[in-house]
Nanobody, 111 residues
Framework: QVQLVEAGGGLVQPGGSLRLSCVASGNIFSTYALAWYRQAPGKQREVVAIITSGGNTNYADSVKDRFTISRDNAKNTVYLQMNSLKPEDTAVYYC?????WGTGTLVTVSS
């Protein structure tokens, strides 16, 4: 059984930065693409960023040039660096590996 644990969420002012991390147990980390999703109140969960096993990345248009996804296979960890945060980035952020989801970490962008 694979477990994913996110960390790094919190309250930040508009224009600020946060770095999320997601640590996975088990030995599947290096095999699969890794992804960050988010779900804002009253909205559907949406993909934010993906990084393949080879290191290629893809981003939602709404976060391009502001967010950066990266992975450290040695540490079984995927990161999401979020800069220039906006109130509309407020959501619960989830990491996903294969069929496994984390429990989420809340990011609130507010003054």
């Amino acid at each position: 059984q694979v477990q994913l644990v996110e960390a790094g969420g919190g309250l930040v002012q508009p224009g600020g930065s946060l770095r999320l991390s997601c640590v996975a147990s088990g030995n599947i980390f290096s095999t699969y693409a890794l992804a960050w999703y988010r779900q804002a109140p009253g909205k559907q969960r949406e993909v934010v960023a993906i990084i393949t096993s080879g290191g290629n990345t893809n981003y939602a248009d709404s976060v391009k040039d502001r967010f950066t996804i990266s992975r450290d296979n040695a540490k079984n960890t995927v990161y999401l660096q979020m800069n220039s945060l906006k109130p509309e980035d407020t959501a619960v952020y989830y990491c996903k590996v294969h069929i496994y989801w984390g429990t989420g970490t809340l990011v609130t962008v507010s003054s």
